[in-house]
């Protein structure tokens, strides 16, 4: 079979898997909604060189990723098919790159079991499902990272160092510098570990570099001449002292332990986490034909993970291009165990059923605390999760067997592994295919409608309003993306260009929150908080509370 027709059937299968019903269930606020909302004002407003929040400055991220979402939203309107549609393609090139690696390293055997073991593993997978910045983001750094690695092991070397500078550019584009952090470190490691530049030349590296900056200069140029060296001054000011707080602080309450994402691989990543395992601490005599590679692979990952534990912000994805390196280093040991190198351990096999059995009983249990809501609710002290709780969600028992026969299918499968291992990492492979589709399917919107429901219903009747909408108490994005926000009409926007390109720290009076609270306002302006802060806001008498709902409770300026 032809390369180009290996790559079609990959390409065709990652879009059956992960184009197919993106619309489904609303995007998810914070990052989802984040980005969706910067996309739709870059549209509305037609400013493609920054992102906007509010249609105010957004220093947080670069914009090639909302570039992205805006070619999307502008094929097939706002929304959140657009909104997810890049990961989605992100998702297909991701899959091909890895049968191309591993077809590069050692052969197709191994970029097929890379694949399978990727888009087999619940987060992996699921995250092409989704509308945030890190699928993009990883996959440039993987590339930059496996261009640098052919360097040494191509005879075409300027041009991997090439293209390794453009994707880290394009990393670094797409989310910002920790790119060049990250890459930086491995390297370092590597060189560390070789006691030098380990056949690497300078000159090579100076190109990496340059490479490297062209995108960052070219985006940052236009920027400034359109809008001035202040601009380029505040937005990099504004942008590296946000990275660093990010890294010194818990930012916005997302803390955690220093072995957070520890245990979000060993869950997010079954079942290829499970497949490292495998290794053994004694190290063998024999050279494998993957020994190279699999250094690489070993110094990335334990870079991303020990950098991101020492972060004080943890955040699931935050952990994600672990991804990359975790599933090459499992594929590895898959291929060992086919081939008859070696023999599946029996702790492997018990992390197998220790682990899916976590993953069955949370779906087992999902349907369960539906159904039995009431009898919990006491027993919690969160109001807000209580008020979440309320929400009217259709469960049945009945939905508790796809979770039983999950478990039965792990557990028949890791027991058929007994007599043919191939066989039994098949029905393994399928087995989570059908299990993270129908949670996504079934299960996501269910959640969704404790989680945030009631407050988009409200937001997305306000569509077409000349209103003003806005959150007290708390962060949120979901009330201008659904609300379909426009330009502020009190001043030209021009006007708030000129005024944001230079402070940047201040909105104009009329959309602060003590103007909409008490100032002489022109149209209606509505608020929603959280029930734990109910009582505050209904001691002012300016307002007036419509509703509460779902733990949401909606005011109106009287």
């Given amino acids: ?147 640098i690695y052919l360097i040494l092991h191509d005879t075409k070397r300027l041009r991997h160092a090439a293209l390794a500078g453009i994707f880290l550019g394009l990393a670094v584009l797409t989310k910002g510098p920790v790119a ?83 245990v979000v691989l060993l869950i997010g990543c079954f079942p290829a986490v499970i497949l490292l395992f495998q290794y053994r601490i004694k190290r063998s005599s ?72 976590i993953w069955a009983l949370l779906l087992i249990a999902l349907p369960i605390v539906g159904i039995n809501k009431d009898k919990l609710i006491p027993h919690i002290e969160d109001p807000f999760a209580v008020g979440n709780l309320q929400a009217h969600v259709p469960w049945s028992y009945a939905e508790c067997t ?30 989570q295919i059908a299990a993270i589709q129908f949670t996504i399917y079934h299960f996501t919107p269910k959640i969704e409608a404790y989680s945030q429901r009631a407050a988009i219903d409200f937001y997305a009747s306000q569509q077409g309003k000349n209103v003003y909408i806005r959150p007290l108490g708390y962060k949120s994005y979901a009330h201008l993306f659904y609300s379909r926000k426009l330009q502020q009409n009190e001043l030209p926007y021009a006007i708030l260009n000129e005024r944001d390109s230079v402070s940047g720290t201040e909105r104009p009076p009329h959309v602060n929150e003590a103007w909409l609270l008490n100032g002489n306002i022109t149209k209606p302006v509505y608020f929603v908080c959280k029930v734990q802060d109910k009582i505050k806001y209904m001691a002012m008498p300016q307002l007036e509370m419509l509703y509460e709902k779902n733990g949401f409770v909606f005011f109106k300026r009287k």
């Avoid at 570099?209 to 400034?224: E, K, N, Q, R, T």
């Fill in 1 to 147: 079979m032809k390369d180009s027709i290996k790559y079609l059937l990959i390409a065709l299968a990652g879009a059956l898997l992960f184009v197919p019903l993106l619309g489904h269930v609303h995007l998810f606020d914070w990052d989802e909604v984040n980005f969706a909302e910067c996309t739709r004002e870059m549209i509305i407003s037609k400013d493609y060189l920054r992102a906007q929040i509010d249609f105010m400055p957004f220093w947080e991220k670069p914009p090639f990723f909302i570039w992205m979402q805006v070619l999307a939203m502008k094929c097939f309107g706002v929304g959140e098919f657009a909104a997810r549609l890049p990961n989605a393609i992100v998702g297909v090139i991701t899959l091909c790159t890895l049968f191309y690696a591993g077809k590069k390293v050692r052969d197709e055997k191994m970029g097929l079991l890379w694949v399978i073991l990727y888009v087999t593993s619940w987060l992996p997978h699921f995250y092409f499902k989704s509308g945030i910045i890190d699928p993009t983001f990883n996959l440039f750094i993987f590339l930059s990272w496996l261009q």
């Fill in 180 to 262: 060049i952090l990250v890459v930086s470190l491995s390297a370092l490691v590597f060189v560390i570990s070789k006691k030098g530049l380990g056949g690497y030349k300078v000159g090579e590296l100076l190109l990496i570099i340059l490479c490297a900056a062209l995108p960052i200069a070219l985006w940052l140029g236009a920027a400034v001449l359109n809008y001035g060296a202040v601009f380029g001054k505040w937005f990099i000011g504004e942008f590296l002292a946000y990275q660093v707080r990010l890294f010194t602080t818990e930012d916005s309450d997302h803390g955690g332990p220093f072995f957070y994402h520890f």
């Fill in 286 to 357: 024999v050279i494998s034909a993957t020994a190279a590679f699999n250094s690489w692979m070993w110094i990335l990952f334990g870079v991303v993970l020990i950098l991101f534990s020492i972060v004080k912000t943890k955040i699931v994805h935050y952990s994600s291009l672990c991804y990359f390196p975790l599933t090459w280093l499992a594929a590895v040991q898959l291929y060992k165990l086919l081939d008859g190198e070696t023999t599946i351990r029996k702790g492997v096999k018990v992390l197998l059923i220790g682990i899916g059995s």
């Fill in 402 to 431: 796809f979770g039983v026969a999950y478990l039965v299918i792990i557990i028949g499968a890791v027991v058929l592994m007994q007599r043919n291992i191939g066989r039994g990492l098949m029905v393994l492979a399928v087995a």
